[in-house]
């Protein structure tokens, strides 16, 4: 009997395969997770939970000693998600894994990404933090691939589902008038439910030529943002979103973005009040502060004024916000424009989505209100604190 280790047991996708697997009986499951913080769902399931440090290659070899085959669905930051892939490759080399499965995203092909993006052929130029590291994992899988370690990335694009947090994100904006819709909703929307992903891992255990390559999974139907916000708006009790034009959303994309390093910008925050504040603590700097202050006053008002307004500007005016107040990281997702095809799996693993959108809207709507008290008599009390 195969003898699987899902690594990151505890997160949305890693818990439901843990519940997928254990109701299946065709293998022991080996679920691994950080800490117990986020490990209430699996609790429940009587089971053991052991913690893991992915940092810790020792600790990572010991723990995967009598394991077969090996899923990787844990997240992290940067730091965590290169260096802990690192130690689980040699780790599941050393223990002489039969197969790798490994999580990937669509976000490895760039936001938006290139119109050959259909299919997983072509070429990957990832724009943000997050789809630079998932690409750098890619190669890393796909290099331990290479030197013995059969491995299959599975490519998923947005999750939904019970639990989805994408769906939460949209219902909160939905429920705020933070979301716009593109072009009456027309744009593809590229989602898997949750638990046709985990069934994509779970055949992936067995089936296609592990081989590295990257396969998308998606539910396989021609969804539209139209159909996804229709299917919401009962649940965030809410009118039909804005609507805006391809052209009207695209100048907005990226407003949201950080702020350039500016010297000046720099030297406001030193002489700032409370770091001068900070600083007079110190004996040095405040008979430093003192000297330069009475160097500064003898140099008449005229100039000491000069020099104020130089370092901190004139006094702010508080301007009106033209920018739409729109959430800009989910409206912005309208403009990828592709769809992602699956057809790579359901020719190597025989892949087909056992449940269809329609139903995993109304899973997730489900699970949505109860979770949230919704058309209890204390709803209209509730929904004030969301």
Request: aromatic letters at 6%; charged letters at 20%; hydrophobic letters at 40%.
């Amino acid at each position: 009997m195969k003898r699987v280790a899902i690594l990151g047991a505890s997160g949305f996708v890693g818990a439901t395969l843990v519940e997928r697997l254990l109701e299946q009986r065709k293998a022991e499951i080996v679920p691994f997770i950080h800490n117990s913080g986020n490990a209430m769902r699996l609790a429940r399931l009587g089971i053991d939970l052991p913690a893991v440090d992915l940092l810790d290659q020792k600790q990572l070899e010991m723990a995967l000693r009598g394991c077969t085959h090996v899923v990787n669905c844990a997240l992290g930051n940067a730091h965590a998600a290169t260096r802990g892939l690192r130690n689980l490759l040699a780790a599941s080399r050393k223990n002489k894994v039969q197969r790798f499965i490994h999580l990937s995203s669509v976000l490895v092909y760039g936001d938006p990404p290139p119109p050959d993006s259909v299919h997983e052929s072509a070429q990957t130029h990832p724009t943000g933090t997050y789809g630079r590291v998932k690409l750098q994992q890619d190669r890393m899988v796909q290099q331990a691939c290479r030197a013995g370690l059969p491995s299959i990335i599975l490519c998923p694009p947005n999750i939904s589902g019970p639990y989805s947090a994408f769906l939460i994100k949209l219902v909160d904006a939905l429920r705020a008038g933070a979301f716009a819709l593109v072009d009456d909703g027309n744009t593809p929307c590229n989602l898997v439910d949750v638990s046709n992903l985990a069934y994509a891992i779970e055949i992936a255990l067995d089936t296609g030529t592990a081989d590295g390559k990257r396969m998308f999974i998606t539910d396989d139907e021609k969804i539209t943002w139209h159909d996804v916000i229709k299917s919401l708006i009962p649940v965030a009790e809410c009118i039909e979103p804005v609507g805006v034009t391809r052209e009207e959303l695209r100048p907005l994309h990226g407003t949201n973005g950080k702020s350039s390093f500016s010297v000046m910008r720099s030297l406001k925050h030193v002489v700032s009040r409370e770091v001068r504040a900070a600083l007079r603590k110190d004996p040095f700097w405040a008979k430093l502060e003192e000297g330069l202050s009475q160097g500064v006053t003898r140099l008449g008002k005229v100039v000491e004024e000069r020099l104020r307004l130089s370092i901190a500007g004139p006094p702010a005016i508080t301007k009106p916000n033209g920018t739409p107040p729109y959430n800009m990281h989910l409206s912005a997702q309208q403009l990828r424009g592709v769809r992602h095809d699956c057809d790579l799996a359901k020719q190597e693993l025989g892949y087909k989505p056992v449940y269809t959108f329609a139903a995993s809207m109304a899973a997730f709507s489900a699970w949505y209100r109860s979770q949230h008290g919704m058309h209890t008599g204390d709803w209209d009390l509730l929904k004030l604190l969301y």
